[in-house]
T-cell receptor, first 112, second 117 residues
Framework: GNSVTQMEGPVTLSEEAFLTINCTYT??????LFWYVQYPGEGLQLLLK?????DKGSNKGFEATYRKETTSFHLEKGSVQVSDSAVYFC???????????FGQGTRLTINP | GAVVSQHPSRVICKSGTSVKIECRSL??????MFWYRQFPKKSLMLMAT?????????EQGVEKDKFLINHASLTLSTLTVTSAHPEDSSFYIC?????????????FGNGTRLTVT
């Protein structure tokens, strides 16, 4: 079945540091890939997505590129801020499917 | 923008009692809603897919008699945890997608933290 594996956290960085959170997936066909963010006490919000190979999703300075050859969708940001502290989830939806399969989440803490 | 409202945000109940959690799409219609459970420091696990006007589809290992789902209208789905036990304590999150246009994004509620004492 479909699955998503994220790098384990927690991840702690200083402000303005470069961020990478690794995500790899297993799926049949051509899934869509997502990154969701969960701020403390809140539900999940869609951060970015990519629906086909080589697509790059981007939002709020975050980027992720759909790499079919390495089955990866790593999240990157060039300069993180304290306000980026949250839990980040990588997810996929199978081809034609509505439901999402999530990775285990990575807690990110940015120190000033 | 599209909003999904979940209520209550927190609930504490005694073992053996039942708890109902509501999930509403505030400005769109959603034939299908999804219920997830999030364990501490773990990912979200899909529990069931709620279908308006028909029975919910439960994921493997989820007890349908324990987690009753009712999707009575195009804007409301409810999850009732029956005869709750401490091991049911968790964070429950619903999500919904507008019926149109196609490929509408999935919106999540803010979740309900259930504590069973």
């Amino acid at each position: 079945g479909n699955s998503v594996t994220q790098m384990e956290g927690p991840v702690t960085l200083s402000e303005e540091a470069f961020l990478t959170i690794n995500c790899t997936y297993t799926a049949t066909g051509y899934p869509s890939l997502f990154w969701y963010v969960q701020y403390p006490g809140e539900g999940l919000q869609l951060l970015l997505k990519a629906t086909k190979a080589d697509d790059k999703g981007s939002n709020k300075g975050f980027e992720a590129t759909y790499r079919k050859e390495t089955t990866s969708f790593h999240l990157e940001k060039g300069s993180v801020q304290v306000s980026d502290s949250a839990v980040y989830f990588c997810a996929l939806s199978g081809q034609g499917a509505q439901k999402l399969v999530f990775g285990q989440g990575t807690r990110l803490t940015i120190n000033p | 923008g599209a909003v999904v409202s979940q209520h209550p945000s927190r609930v504490i109940c005694k073992s053996g009692t039942s708890v109902k959690i509501e999930c509403r799409s505030l400005d769109f219609q959603a034939t299908t809603m999804f219920w997830y459970r999030q364990f501490p420091k773990k990912s979200l696990m899909l529990m069931a897919t709620s279908n308006e006007g028909s029975k919910a589809t439960y994921e493997q290992g989820v007890e349908k008699d324990k987690f009753l789902i009712n999707h009575a209208s195009l804007t409301l789905s409810t999850l009732t945890v029956t005869s709750a036990h401490p091991e049911d304590s968790s964070f429950y999150i619903c999500s919904a997608r507008a019926d149109s246009p196609n490929n509408s994004p999935l919106h999540f509620g803010n979740g309900t933290r259930l504590t069973v004492t």
